[in-house]
């Protein structure tokens, strides 16, 4: 089934989510999402953005459906593990040695909790978990439930090194729950990277493998903002399908394929 054509079309729609939802679909790549947005509403059956929208003002849980399905939530703990590798060995220490133990850490977009839950065991091997603080934020309030909830299957942990695991990771039926001293170490809050305000005095951000939906007007935006609330010295740790095309120009410091710092 394909959503039929009506006098209320796509522009009507994205006009209509931003409205509803604060998300700005023209910062995502068009042909793509309208793909899926297409997919999602031929699911459910409704002919046309005019029904679907009635359907996202009157129905919560198809609005929590639209948002969760959009937002493409897809992550896993210590996602490319090599990265993580420059991350414990490199990145932290370097970090550690020319701020000190008490850093201010952004994990932007990130889901389920696997990223800033990799963060903290990460820092672990360095810092005290007590001294230890993630500030992790995601468009997707259902997701941030799931991040609090610190429930994952078997091969969402199936990365996290062995020690790391049998430390913080105890089985819960069918899967297995986060550590609680884990959990007390990030702080989740809702938060639209093409909206919102971002926080400032960061010793690094995190956001890997998201912008490249991205529009790239909306990815220059979001990496100037992210330059403005690191700090000099401070680090952005990108995925490793993404890069920085005027890192130059906005004033970042290539570091290697996956790491730009603020000079």
Known sequence: MTVLPTIYGYEYFKREVLSLTGIDLNCYKENQMK???????????????????????????????????????????????????????????????????????????????????????????????????????????????????GLYSDKSIATVPADLRRRYFRPAGEDYKISEEIKACVEFREHNLLKDAYPTGCHMIVCRNVLIYFTEVAKDQVFRRYFTSLISGGLLFIGSSEQIMNHKEIGYLRKNAFYYQKP
């Open 35 to 149: 793909r899926r947005i297409d997919t999602l509403i031929a699911k459910r059956g409704i002919q046309g953005y005019d029904r679907y929208v009635s359907a996202l003002r009157t129905d919560r849980g198809v609005l929590e459906e639209f948002v969760a399905y959009i937002t493409i939530n897809v992550s896993q703990f210590y996602r490319d593990p090599d990265q993580w590798k420059v991350m414990e060995e490199k990145a932290i220490p370097e970090l550690i040695a020319r701020f000190g133990k008490r850093l201010k850490i952004w994990s932007a977009a990130c889901s389920t909790g696997d990223e800033p839950y990799s963060l903290v065991m990460a820092m672990s091997r360095y810092i005290p978990l007590s001294d230890i603080r993630i500030y992790a934020t995601d468009l997707d309030k259902q997701v941030i439930e799931k991040a609090k909830a």
